[in-house]
């Protein structure tokens, strides 16, 4: 029986359609030598018929388990995988048909243990999940961060691969959720493991359809950081702060009014322009009006939330 090369991994809890919109995704693939692992995570609303709608159209292997949270499942497709790479996405992407046909290109030049690729928004996608996925991989907010360059790329679980040797000698995951990704990035690179980015592996992420989900997900996103900075010291960068500052500042400007009102409208006056600037970079890279204004309140929820779960979370340290 024919060994695929690769074996995409997707956890999923719950949502059916976005795995849909997945599967129909990778039909779309010019390159064929992969299977999928779908792994239903103790979902009460399963993607079970979903996978029978797919299954004479992927190589696709379904399985259902108690609810661990994403780093185990992903752990419990791994070893149900054939595959010499395992790939993983969010069960929010969709896959350009080119993606693993640029991987495995790239690959045969510049061998990997490890990568991962960028994410966007897509024209079809609604304004306010062009937004947030404009915000997330903008340098001028926490998109820096995240590593959206080479230079100390870390691969994300969205859009992410490792070697089969890589899980045998690391064990795959550890944390259960909340930066799971960044915390096995660190270790294998610790273990001399190259990981790197391949900018044109690229996906479209959807990201949570409101802002208030959206809040809560970039929380756990601070929040996880403190907790990889605690296994991994010195993970924790100046730039992690940011928006735990940029928090801090909006909280204390009705204090700062009181005691220094011109300090206090200078401060105002640099947030305006710090959020002018992501609209206008927004405006240059979207080319869509609603999307650059709706990328302010975007961008301030994701800087308040990170900083919020951050700060949360750095103050149980000790």
Known sequence: ?????????????????????????????????????????????????????????????????????????RNYGFEKASGQYFVMFDSDCVVPDHYFQTVDDFLKTTPLDAWGGPDRGRNDFTPVQQAMAFTMASTLTTGGIRGGNKKGFQPRSFNMAISRLVFEKTGGFTFNRYAEDIELSVRLKKMGFEAGLIPEAYVFHKRRSTLTQFFQQVSNFGKGRVLVGRVHPGEIKPTHWFPAFFLSGLLALPFLFLINSKLALAVTAAYWVYLLLISIDSFLTTRSVPVSLLSVPAAIIQLTGYGYGFLKEISKSG
């Open 1 to 73: 029986m024919h060994t695929p090369r690769y074996s995409v991994i997707i956890p999923v809890f719950n949502r059916p359609q976005e795995v849909a919109e997945l599967l129909e995704s990778l039909t779309r693939q010019t390159y064929k030598n992969f299977e999928v692992i779908l792994v239903e995570d103790g979902s009460t609303i399963t993607s079970e018929k979903v996978y029978e709608q797919y299954a004479d159209r992927l190589l696709i292997h379904y399985f259902f388990k108690p609810n661990t949270g994403p780093g185990p499942s």
